[in-house]
C-alpha cells in the first residue's frame, strides 16, 4: 500500500487495476478473434457486460458511490478503446454503450456533495477522451455524458437534478445552478 492509503483504498485500486486488465484482455482477444466481425462483436458485447457486472458488484451504491464512478470510468475508456474493431452491424453495440451511459449518469446523481476532485478530474478527461474516440467511430452516444462531465458539479443545474432524481421541479427554480455540489 501507498503512504497515507487506508485498506478500502488499496483494495479499491487493485480492484480498478484488475478490471482494466480484463478490458484489456476482452480488447485484444476482440482484435485477435478468428470470428466473422459480427459474432466477435457479439462475444465481446457479452463478456464486456459480464465483467462490469461482476465489478459493479462489488460495492454497494448507496454506501460509496466513488468506487463505482472509476468502474465506469474505466468500463467507458474501454468500450469506446475497442469500438473501432466492433461490426456497426452488431445491434448490441450501441445498445450497449447507451445503457452504460445511462448507468453512469445515473450513477453521477447518488455522488456525494464532495468528490475528491482527483477523481472528478479522471472523470473530466476519461469522458472527454471516450467521447472522442466514439466520434472516431461515428458514435455520438456518450455526447451527453460528455457534456455533463465537464461542468464544475455533477447537477449544477436543479431543474435537471430534480428530473432525473424523479422529484418535481421547482417552477421558481428555472435553470439556476445549484451549488451544493462541491469538488474538493
Known amino acids: 500500500m501507498a503512504e497515507g492509503e487506508t485498506e478500502k483504498e488499496y ?8 478490471l482494466r486488465g480484463r478490458f484489456q484482455g476482452l480488447t485484444t482477444a476482440l482484435k485477435e478473434s478468428s470470428q466473422s466481425p459480427l459474432e466477435a462483436s457479439l462475444h465481446f458485447c457479452q463478456e464486456f457486460c459480464q465483467v462490469l457486472v461482476e465489478h459493479a458488484g462489488r460495492w454497494k451504491t448507496d454506501e460509496d458511490p466513488l468506487p463505482l464512478l472509476e ?24 445498445l450497449l454503450l447507451e445503457k452504460l451511459a445511462l448507468s453512469c449518469a445515473e450513477l453521477l446523481l447518488l455522488l456525494p ?72
Not at 11 to 18: Q, S
Not at 133 to 147: A, K, M, N
Open 11 to 18: 483494495d479499491t485500486r487493485k480492484a480498478i487495476e484488475e
Open 113 to 184: 456533495q464532495h468528490v475528491p476532485i482527483a477523481l472528478w478530474e479522471e472523470f473530466q478527461s476519461s469522458m472527454k477522451s471516450a467521447h472522442s474516440l466514439l466520434q472516431d467511430s461515428g458514435s455520438t452516444q456518450l455526447y451527453q455524458l460528455s457534456v455533463l462531465a465537464q461542468q464544475d458539479g455533477v447537477w449544477s443545474n436543479t431543474t435537471l437534478s430534480s428530473i432525473l432524481s424523479n422529484q418535481t421541479p421547482q417552477p421558481e427554480q428555472g435553470f439556476l445552478p445549484n451549488t451544493n455540489f462541491k469538488i474538493s
Open 71 to 94: 468502474v465506469y470510468t474505466v468500463a467507458i475508456v474501454s468500450f469506446a478503446q475497442a469500438a473501432s474493431c466492433l461490426s456497426s452491424e452488431c445491434e448490441n453495440v450501441p
